[in-house]
Every structure is written in C-alpha cells, then in structure tokens.
C-alpha cells in the first residue's frame, strides 16, 4: 500500500502481499484482512490490482472494464468507408418546379 501523492518507487505505508506471475502456479500471496482493512478506509486498487484481487476472490466488487482499441480490420473497413464517402460526388440539389426560386418575372 502505498500513498497516492507518493512517487511509484517510493516510500510505502504496509506491505500487504507479493505476486510472482513467473511461477508455475503463479504466486499471490495477500494478507486479506489487511487488504479488507485498507479498503473500508477508502483504499483504491490500480486496475490490475484490482482484476487480481477480484479473481483470487479477496475483493467482491468486478473491475472497471477497459474500453476496447478497434482491431486492425475494423480501422481498415471504417477508413474504407470514410474514402469511399468522400469520392461519391455531391449529389446537386435543383428545386423542384413547385418551389419558388427567389427569381422574379415580369409576366405583365
């Protein structure tokens, strides 16, 4: 646990666990009452703190869900179709026999 306003290699308040995810299994050990402990104080997670905890089953809660980069394909079929707007020419627009045109004519 370390305090927001802190640098990320600086100093810590508690030393709640360790992760190893080399290992075969990977290794979380948590002291869980001291995380529960940090958290009803207003204790907040970073995101992958958080999906770790959450899928050890020591926080409840479900992480925040990361908004998602569109693939490769995706970019390509929108710039496709943003080309393909921009080459069809632009449709001209004549009023109809029914609408004035603003012009004026001397019919007398």
């Known amino acids: 646990m ?3 306003l802190a640098p990320r290699d600086g100093k810590f308040i508690e ?4 992760y190893n995810p080399l290992t075969d299994p990977i290794t979380l050990e948590v002291k869980k ?3 529960e402990h940090w958290i009803a104080l207003g204790a907040q997670p970073t995101e992958t703190v958080h999906r770790l905890l959450f899928k050890h089953g020591i926080i409840e809660t ?3 869900k990361r ?3 569109p693939s490769r ?3 390509q079929a929108a710039e ?3 080309a393909e707007l921009d080459a069809e020419p632009e449709a001209s627009v004549e009023p109809s026999a ?3 045109t603003g012009e004026t004519t001397d019919s007398e």
Do not use: C, T
């Open 2 to 4: 370390a305090d927001r």
């Open 15 to 18: 030393n709640l666990g360790h």
């Open 33 to 35: 009452e001291r995380v």
């Open 62 to 64: 479900e992480p925040p």
């Open 67 to 69: 908004p998602s980069r």
């Open 73 to 75: 394909a995706e970019r």
């Open 80 to 82: 496709a179709a943003q």
């Open 98 to 100: 029914d609408e004035p």
